[in-house]
């Protein structure tokens, strides 16, 4: 591959456990984010393979990784990219990072798409947008804020935990139990 980025590029699936990752990565993941990647992949499946030298180093997919290894995949798509210089890796390491955060959205469109998806009973929780961020943008009635229940009301108590598979499998099963009249508590972790 060429440094104008001409030239095909081989997708080869290289063992999860063998992908080391940069020592110096200046970006972060946190856990909650590594369940969105693993939700994303999951659901649409391993569709943006990661960067690595020519030693199994993560150039670019460090997030992508955590989720794969959280998922137990023994293996990943990885793109080898041999040509850059051990400064040009480093600085791609960054840029690919950076650049990302420099675009913005069409928030016009962006809603539309939002709003057909909704439509097409997508779940909306899988995109990486906070709540309050959809309700914005598909112009919906703030949802009312849950009663505290104390602490204290659950002593003496028995306790049942329900995992579910999304956000909005989590909310039905709220409202199902609370219409029944149980007292219920959501805990997301």
């Known amino acids: 591959m060429s440094k104008s980025g001409s030239g095909a590029a081989t997708v080869e699936q290289v063992p999860t456990s063998e992908l080391i990752p940069y020592a110096r990565n200046a970006r972060t993941h946190s856990d909650a984010q590594v369940a969105q990647i693993a939700g994303s992949i999951q659901e649409f499946g391993f569709c943006n393979p990661v960067l690595i030298d020519k030693a199994n180093g993560i150039i670019a997919g460090h997030g992508r990784v955590r989720a794969a290894d959280l998922l137990k995949l023994a293996t990943v798509p990885c793109i080898r990219l041999t040509h850059l210089s051990d400064a040009q890796r480093r600085a791609y390491i960054l840029a690919d990072n950076r650049i990302a955060l420099n675009s913005g959205w069409d928030t016009e469109m962006?809603?539309?798409?939002?709003?057909?998806?909704?439509?097409?009973?997508?779940?909306?929780?899988?995109?990486?947008?906070?709540?309050?961020?959809?309700?914005?943008?598909?112009?919906?009635?703030?949802?009312?804020?849950?009663?505290?229940?104390?602490?204290?009301?659950?002593?003496?108590?028995?306790?049942?935990?329900?995992?579910?598979?999304?956000?909005?499998?989590?909310?039905?099963i709220y409202e199902r139990l609370t219409s029944e009249g149980l007292k219920c508590k959501v805990v997301t972790t």
């Open 110 to 172: 962006l809603a539309n798409e939002l709003s057909d998806l909704h439509a097409d009973d997508l779940d909306l929780g899988l995109l990486g947008f906070e709540p309050d961020e959809l309700g914005k943008l598909l112009d919906l009635p703030a949802e009312p804020q849950e009663e505290a229940i104390p602490e204290s009301a659950y002593s003496n108590q028995y306790g049942v935990i329900v995992v579910c598979e999304s956000e909005h499998e989590q909310q039905q």
